[in-house]
């Protein structure tokens, strides 16, 4: 069967579609030895050799779904050119995973990897707004009027952002608060709190969906059960 490149490296767990359009455009990708930077170009499942960065790569017939505690100072991306630490060095190879979405290099906590691109697809488009949840060390103290700003949405390098939840959990000199969007714009949390006067000191994603992040030591992972899947896919598959 022939389907299109960037369907195969998704279900081979090396990227999302979008980001296998990245991969392709940049000359990572072959069939059978030969470089392909072309969109639409197929492949046949049944005989083709597609490798990206000369590695080959194949569909798996077992689909992998991982919860990830990623450290900071750890790169979410599956290859890096500057052979920085990156989410792969965490997980057997075996699985060919790829991450879903992203956390920045220097924010920790929950991340979701897989090699069923559908599920990826369908997890990050932003018609879906799944809801996550990270618990942040801002500097100082907000007043409310900061907070209701937060809530109602602000704008963001000329766009304005949906809106948010923001409480305060905790009160020192700083403050520890916990922060819920269905957006996922580059760096938004960080974007929102520097808009508000209270830029991040300390960053960690808890909950994706109805996924929870939990006593999951950093730089470790586990399997989703059967049951998580079915509660975080529900809502979305309803739509």
């Not at 707004?129 to 103290?141: F, Q, S």
């Not at 937060?150 to 390098?157: C, D, H, K, N, Y």
């Amino acid at each position: 069967m022939e389907i299109r490149l960037q369907k195969w490296l998704s279900q081979a767990g090396i990227a999302s579609r979008r980001k296998a359009e990245e991969l392709i455009l940049s000359g990572l990708v072959s069939v059978n030895g030969e470089i392909v930077i072309e969109l639409g170009v197929r492949a046949d499942t049944a005989k083709d050799i597609v490798a990206v960065d000369g590695k080959p790569c194949e569909i798996p017939t077992q689909k992998v779904y991982i919860a990830m505690h990623k450290p900071e100072g750890v790169i979410t991306t599956v290859l890096d050119p500057y052979s920085r630490p990156t989410v792969m060095d965490y997980i057997p190879r075996e699985y060919n995973c790829f991450p879903v979405g992203r956390l920045d290099y220097d924010t920790s906590g929950l991340l979701i990897m897989t090699n069923d691109g559908n599920f990826a697809q369908m997890l990050t488009h932003p018609k879906h707004e799944v809801t996550k949840t990270y618990i942040a060390i801002v500097k100082g103290l907000p007043r409310n009027e900061s907070l209701e700003a937060f809530r109602s949405g602000l704008t963001i390098e000329g766009k304005p952002t949906a809106p948010a939840q923001i409480e305060i959990i905790k009160k020192t000199s700083n403050a520890k608060v916990r922060i819920k969007l269905r957006e996922g714009r580059n760096r938004q949390v960080r974007k929102m709190c520097e808009a508000i006067g209270h830029p991040i000191l300390s960053l960690k994603r808890v909950e994706i969906g109805s996924i929870k992040l939990g006593p999951l030591p950093r730089g470790e992972w586990r399997h989703l059960t059967q049951a998580e899947l079915k509660i975080l896919i529900a809502p979305i598959a309803s739509i």
